[in-house]
């Protein structure tokens, strides 16, 4: 496989392009794509078998049971991340290490409890967005790995693509197994 082809299966729909500002009509789509995104993944995953379930969307990729656990990991962080910035002063937040969580027993075990979580928690990340006001959009947090302020509309962006990028891991492999 060429680096270019490893390229597209790492990015389906291509890198996270950071915006250099908003308007309300972007930031109902970001939340609209956050939104939708629980119905979106269960439409796609429940009715996988565990070998499915269990296959890799790329060599040295992670799993689709992999991929459902980071979303619901992912997720969680971020929502307390919006209400930190929320509520603190550009407070710094906890890095985590994403591909060791994926490497845990409980990124192993059945998808539903995951998928659960992640229908509650975006109801609830859902209502917390959309009460946001232009003010609190441009509120931050300090990511300490990066060094720099991440201003909470282009969290909102990124959590928009990282929802489509991983369900574009899913449905692409669907489509290259013919699973549909």
């Known amino acids: 496989m060429t680096e270019q082809e490893l390229e ?15 308007s309300n009509e972007l ?3 970001w939340i609209a794509d956050i939104q939708s995104f629980p119905e979106r993944l269960k439409k796609e995953t429940l009715h996988l078998s565990d070998e499915q ?13 992999q991929v459902i656990h980071h979303c619901a990991d992912s997720h969680m962080n971020s929502i307390i991340r ?8 550009k407070p710094i937040i906890k890095p985590y290490m994403e591909d060791k969580w994926a490497e845990l ?4 075990m ?4 995951s998928l659960q979580l992640i229908e509650g928690l975006h109801s609830r ?15 931050s947090f300090v990511h300490p790995e990066h060094g720099r302020e991440i201003y909470l509309y282009v969290n909102v962006a990124l959590y928009s693509w990282h929802c489509n990028h991983h369900l574009a891991h899913i449905t692409e492999l669907k489509k ?3 699973w549909n």
């Not at 917390?128 to 232009?134: A, Y």
């Open 8 to 22: 597209i299966l790492r990015f389906p729909i291509g890198k996270f392009i950071r915006p250099d500002g908003f």
């Open 27 to 29: 930031v109902k789509q």
């Open 53 to 65: 379930l269990n296959t890799q969307y790329r060599p040295d990729g992670w799993t689709i049971r």
């Open 82 to 89: 919006f209400k930190l910035a929320i509520t603190e002063e």
């Open 105 to 108: 027993p409980d990124s192993k």
């Open 110 to 113: 059945d998808i539903r409890p």
């Open 125 to 139: 990340w859902t209502v917390l967005l959309n009460s946001l006001h232009q003010n609190d959009l441009n509120k």
């Open 176 to 178: 290259r197994k013919n």
